[in-house]
């Protein structure tokens, strides 16, 4: 993954080839295949981890909190429990976040199938969410609103992985403190 990644910052996504990457790394092509299907799957190699510590958190969270039935606080905070493992999860396991994004924000296929991974983060969080008790449009808003405070962290530390757990909890901050100070601007 790190020869990848240098070679994909060096020349861009679209110029190295699958053969660049394997004698990068000091392996054969064949040996690449074993771990990757594509050299775009190289990008999302750590999704996994990252997905399962976001699914445990919020299925443990929301056991604790259940039955969740309508009440958005409980989802809420179920949802930040998972937020919070998955940006630890992220800052622990990719050093390379911050190329990530930007090779991924400049590549439309890449785009794509990074939109497509986070949306089934979401669907899980639904699942989950739901599975203690929330009903469905509790779940959905909830698994929504966790997005976009991840989106919004990565939008404000330029995907820096030390700083992404502050700007996830400041999110969370910011929400709650809306719904006990309301103000008009």
Known sequence: MDAAMKLFVEHGFEVVTVADIARRAEVGRTTFFRYFVDKQEV?????????????????HAAATLAPIGASLDRALDAGHAGLRALVGSIAEHTRWLAEHERLISGDPALLARSLLKRRAYGAAAIDVLE???????????????????????????????????????AAFERLSARGANVRDD
């Open 43 to 59: 990008l999302f190699a750590d999704e996994e981890q990252h997905h399962e510590a976001l699914v445990s958190a919020v299925d």
């Open 131 to 169: 599975r203690h008790g929330a009903d469905r449009e509790t779940a959905v808003l909830a698994a929504a609103v966790r997005q976009a405070c991840y989106e919004a962290a990565v939008a404000l530390t330029g995907a820096e992985p030390e700083r992404l757990p502050g700007a996830v909890e």
